[in-house]
């Protein structure tokens, strides 16, 4: 009942910025959590940033503060703010969403973010 498009990714060197963008439609009022997972060229796969209904948000401890999660509940969207980029965050992005308890959950494609010189 949810779809969730991805947008911003692309190639950025080392210390750059990028801005990640998921926009949900459909069901979007059943939503409660969303945020961003990723996973590495080495297969590691990890929580990014969620941001809850109320607000809440937690940040995995590498991306913590240089990365910036916020959301737009009037345009049902989720946005990453990536500063201070590194190699090591080069992977897909996929964005994620789940309705409250979070046994009901929505995935975008991915896109892929790389950081390279």
């Known amino acids: 009942q949810v779809q969730l498009v991805e947008s911003g990714g692309g190639l950025v060197q080392p210390g750059g910025s990028l801005r990640l963008s998921c926009v949900a439609s459909?069901?979007?009022?059943?939503?409660?959590?969303m945020g961003w997972y990723r996973r590495t060229p080495g297969n590691q796969r990890e929580l990014v940033a969620i941001?809850?209904?109320?607000?809440?948000?937690s940040y995995a401890d590498s991306v913590k503060g240089r990365f910036t999660i916020s959301r737009d509940n009037a345009k049902n969207t989720v946005y990453l703010e990536m500063n201070s980029l590194k190699p090591e965050d080069t992977a897909v992005y996929r964005c994620?969403?789940?309705?409250?308890?979070?046994?009901?959950?929505?995935w975008g494609q991915g896109t892929q973010v790389t950081v390279s010189s």
């Open positions: 994620y969403a789940d309705r409250l308890g979070g046994n009901v959950q929505f």
């Open positions: 459909g069901s979007t009022f059943s939503i409660d959590t």
């Open positions: 941001i809850r209904s109320s607000g809440r948000i």
